[in-house]
């Protein structure tokens, strides 16, 4: 059962993107059920999040959505029901920010292990649970301009570092400019646009989302080469600290990189036990390129909103015998087995509890052979694929395999 919160975000992503006529009133929400009657998609979009920034206030629309829902009588009451005991994650204690091991990058500065994925904590959420998540002892924090939130972080790290209760200088701020920002002067000012936006004079990492413009046709265009250098510009004027790249793959990196005056510091890429991505991750490590994992815990509740058909590796019986082993949670072991493999992670959770559970990951190590357990499951599936944002008939890249440069895993029986 989940957690009221959660009923919240599911319904309110679920209406937004398929409408009322598609949900059916004797299902309680989030449910296999519930999942089970809404269009059945093969892959998400960026639909939900993009959806989800748009509304100004999130508890305020969820209230009155579900108190739609429920007079149109496509849902009944009893469906939403309270979090059960076992549901509930019990309050670890926030961690020493200063505990937590930092990689260096290849720009000489130093990435935290953990950070705190923001995707979908938008306007007050997104506030408070920047102030949470910096209680907790987060001190890397992941955003984009396309999740709609940098405004809503920006507000809280005004009150913090305004208040001296943190200093600049320990926090690690990760934004990304958004397909529709490619160019040198895109780039350098959707720089600007951040900075304002989130009340800080220097980004301590800046990104380009996509390999992916605005532009739709057959040629790439402008080349990332172009965008690049507007990056470059940003870290020569004290803008920013280190630059880099998401969901590149290796063949979209290689044409430019040695003649990069600024070599990407790193490239964030979905990682997680259930899509290792071991081309990439090797790729960056022969390159000197950091990976950060992204969807960590392979982003169950989008899987469920989008009705894809993806196991939840917080089930997985391996992570929970794990779990069992070393008296810790499924997502604390999922997580520690991330920073094992050199990466740094970034667990999105709007809620102050599992912040902090998912931060207490430095009082215990997996073992050899326990981590290399994680590393064989022969499941392997994408939850973000890219489809219709990434690649479409509109071009450039068409197929999964022009985008990602590797072919689509064939449908995979469900791990037992
Ligand atoms: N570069 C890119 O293209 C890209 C793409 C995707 C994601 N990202 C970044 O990576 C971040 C994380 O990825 P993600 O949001 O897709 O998925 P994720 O971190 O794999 O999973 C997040 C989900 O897990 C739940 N969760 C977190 N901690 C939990 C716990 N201790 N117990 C139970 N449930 C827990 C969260 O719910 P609650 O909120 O209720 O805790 C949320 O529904 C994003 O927020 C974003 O910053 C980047």
Known sequence: ?????????????????????VLKSNQPLGSPDFAAALPQRKHRSVRVGASLS??????RWTQSTLAGLLAAGLLSAGSLRPLSASA??????????????????????????????????????????????????????????????????????KEELSSGKIKREDLFICSKLWSDQHSESGAYNAVKGSLKALNVDYIDLYLIHWPVTDKTGDKFTPPTEETWKGLERAVDEGLVKSIGLSNYSPE???????????????????VHAHFRNARVREFAKANN?????????????????MGMD?????????????AKKYNKSPTQVLLRWGIQNGNSVIPKSASAEHQQANINIFDFELSAEDQQKLSSFSYQAKCITGEGFGYSEKGPWHTYEELWNEPEPAQQPRPS
């Not at 990196?253 to 490239?267: G, L, Q, S």
């Not at 390129?289 to 909103?305: Q, R, W």
């Open 252 to 270: 979209k990196i290689e044409p430019w990189i040695k003649d990069a005056r600024i070599k990407p510091a790193v490239n964030q890429v979905e």
């Open 310 to 322: 993806m196991p939840n590796l917080m089930e997985d019986k391996t992570v929970l015998e794990l």
């Open 289 to 305: 390129i950091h990976v950060t994992a992204y969807s960590p815990l392979s982003s169950p509740a989008n899987v469920k909103d």
């Open 88 to 157: 509930a994650v019990s309050m670890a204690a926030a961690v020493d920010p200063k505990s937590v091991p930092t990689t260096k990058l290849n720009s000489g500065f130093d990435i935290p292990v953990i950070g705190w994925g923001t995707f979908g904590a938008n306007d007050d959420l997104g506030t408070k649970a920047t102030h949470t998540a910096l209680a907790a002892g987060y001190r890397f924090i992941d955003t984009g301009v396309t999740y709609g939130n940098e405004g809503a972080i920006g507000k809280a790290l």
């Open 54 to 59: 748009r509304n100004t206030d999130p508890v």
């Open 1 to 21: 059962m989940l957690s009221s919160a959660r009923v919240l975000s599911s319904a309110k992503s679920t209406v937004s993107s398929h409408r009322f006529q």
